[in-house]
């Protein structure tokens, strides 16, 4: 796994002092409030269980994956959100979306809408990392780890064709692994690439 990396971007003691930082404006702001952190899953799944432990506060959770339908080959573009269970009251309550990676924003876009329209009294969005320069639509995260260049990374939760969540740190692949720098493989929920 590891000969598959070309070069490590944030390691772990760099994450672990990312992570802090933005926990302690997490508690600033939602210090007094009940939240509910809503991690997208799967790529989501090691920073936001970090990231909760930092937070003296009381809140839930609630985990969420996206669907999308189409005619198996091509999306529709339609985007369905699933929780993990089923069912969610998401009415009155203050959502604190997290993602590994803000990249195009379509996902973040498209799953804060659907939250917003269920009624949730206040919806936030929270990355691991944030590729500024990909943005295709008008979304930018209320809270970010760190900002990071535009290369294909893995590793913290982010995945290669399923491999390499478990990677400590994040790095970027060997181009050699992979073919197209901007087709972003994962198994994860983006209606326009999986
Ligand atoms: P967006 O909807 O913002 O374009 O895409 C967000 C999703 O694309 C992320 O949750 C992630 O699954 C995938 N993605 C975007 N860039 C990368 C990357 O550099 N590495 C990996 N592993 N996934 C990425
Ligand atoms: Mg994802």
Redesign the pocket.
Known sequence: MKDDIERVLFDEPAIRTGLRKLAAELIRIYRGRELTVVP?LN?SCVFASDLIRLLPIPLTLEFLACESYGDGTVSSGEVKLKFFPEPVTLEGRNILLV??????????KTVSGIIREAGAADVRTCVFLD?VE?RAVDLEADFRCFEVED????GYG???AGRYRNLPYIGSLRSEVYSDAHD?A?T?G?P??S
């Open positions: 997208i790529g993602d590994d990676i803000l990249d195009t924003g379509r996902t973040l590729k990909r290369v294909f990374v893995v982010l995945d290669y972003h994962g994860d983006d326009e690439r």
